[in-house]
């Protein structure tokens, strides 16, 4: 069965402190990954895409690589603007559909 | 372009009530959806449709019906409102089949008391 299991659920760095958000998954056939992030009452806002394993997608300050079994987003130096919660998701196995498995998220609160 | 825009941002309704959500995209994109996102459950999907006049259940379709009779609008109906379906609803939209990235619309907080 298709799943994606995010760690950890919530996560507190002081400001400058870098740190790792894992995304692990477990689908027939990946088509891709995604990482969204979702602030306080608004919906998810895409970030990245990563189709292979060895890639790396970068954005300020945050970068998102991809291996055969998990993703990682590691923040470097976050300030307090990048507080909000973290969701990766992939592509359901089927893809007529283009429905995504998304995983339950990390909450990021970075502390000035 | 607006995106992916819903109404209205919040609803409450007494049990056994009935309402309809309205997600509108103005970026041509053929496939939409809507979600539910509870905490600690992620975001789940309820229905989706992959063009007009098409219309599809996903994960948890009980107590919901949707139409998508124009190909930019995409509505979520509830029949019977009930308290398990407080929550908050988002709805999105991918270009075609085999462009995977969804975009979301703001979300709809409804509340069922």
């Known amino acids: 069965e298709d799943q994606v299991t995010q760690s950890p659920e919530a996560l507190r760095l002081q400001e400058g402190e870098s740190s790792s958000l894992n995304c692990s998954y477990t689908?027939?056939?990946?088509?891709?990954l995604f990482w969204y992030r979702q602030d306080p009452g608004k919906g998810p806002e895409f970030l990245f895409t990563?189709?292979?394993a060895g890639e790396e997608k970068e954005k300020e300050r945050l970068k998102a690589t991809l291996t055969k079994k998990e993703s990682f987003l590691h923040i470097t130096a976050p300030k307090p603007e990048d507080s909000a919660t973290y969701l990766c998701?992939?592509?359901?196995?089927?893809?007529?559909?283009?429905?995504?498995?998304f995983g339950t998220g990390t909450l990021l609160a970075v502390q000035p | 372009n607006a995106g992916v825009t819903q109404t209205p941002k919040f609803r409450v309704l007494k049990t056994g009530q009935s309402m309809t959500l309205l997600c509108a995209q103005d970026?041509?994109?053929?496939?939409m959806y809507w979600y539910r996102q509870d905490p600690g459950m992620g975001l789940r999907l309820i229905h989706y449709s992959v063009g007009e006049g098409t219309t599809a259940k996903g994960e948890v379709p009980d107590g919901y019906n949707v139409s998508r009779l124009k190909k930019q609008n995409f509505l979520l109906g509830l029949e019977s409102a009930a308290p398990s379906q407080t929550s908050v609803y988002f709805c999105?939209?991918?270009?075609?089949?085999?462009?995977?990235?969804?975009?979301f619309g703001p979300g709809t907080r409804l509340t069922v008391t």
């Open positions: 990563l189709y292979s």
């Open positions: 998701a992939v592509p359901a196995y089927g893809g007529a559909t283009n429905k995504l498995i």
């Open positions: 689908v027939s056939g990946l088509r891709g």
């Open positions: 970026m041509n994109h053929e496939y």
């Open positions: 999105a939209s991918s270009y075609r089949r085999g462009t995977y990235e969804q975009y």
